[in-house]
């Protein structure tokens, strides 16, 4: 079993920046894949960034060269660094552990997700 805890939501000005973390808990996390999730009013929830167990990372369009993904295996944490953000990236953020596979971007190959913090990006 695994328990995700999002942190660092929050509202910020267009072009601002935010830092979200993920903690987990579970002994086998620097052997998953994590992945960051959005949803936001009214719209389906959505990749936004993954890293696999060797650093390898992809992101999805929309925020690539804006936004960076990372993981701490020694404090098991996984972060989102969201630079130049814009009111569109308005939406709740959640983690994910993806367990058996590389990395992934469909949502449904993911089995523990976090509560979701809220990021508010204002015009």
């Known amino acids: 079993q695994v328990q995700l805890v999002e942190s660092g939501g929050g509202l910020v000005q267009a072009g601002g920046s935010l830092r979200l973390s993920c903690a987990a808990s579970?002994?086998?996390?620097?052997?998953?894949?994590m992945g960051w999730f959005r949803r936001a009013p009214g719209k389906e929830r959505e990749f936004v960034a993954a890293?696999?167990?060797?650093?390898?990372?992809y992101y999805a369009d929309s925020v690539k060269g804006r936004f960076t993904i990372s993981r701490d295996n020694a404090k098991k944490t996984v972060y989102l660094q969201m630079n130049s953000l814009k009111p569109e990236d308005t939406a709740v953020y959640y983690c994910a552990v993806l367990t058996g596979r590389a990395m992934g971007v469909d949502p449904l190959l993911y089995d523990y997700w976090g509560q979701g913090t809220q990021v508010t990006v204002s015009s």
């Open positions: 890293i696999s167990w060797s650093n390898s990372k």
């Open positions: 579970g002994r086998t996390f620097s052997s998953h894949a």
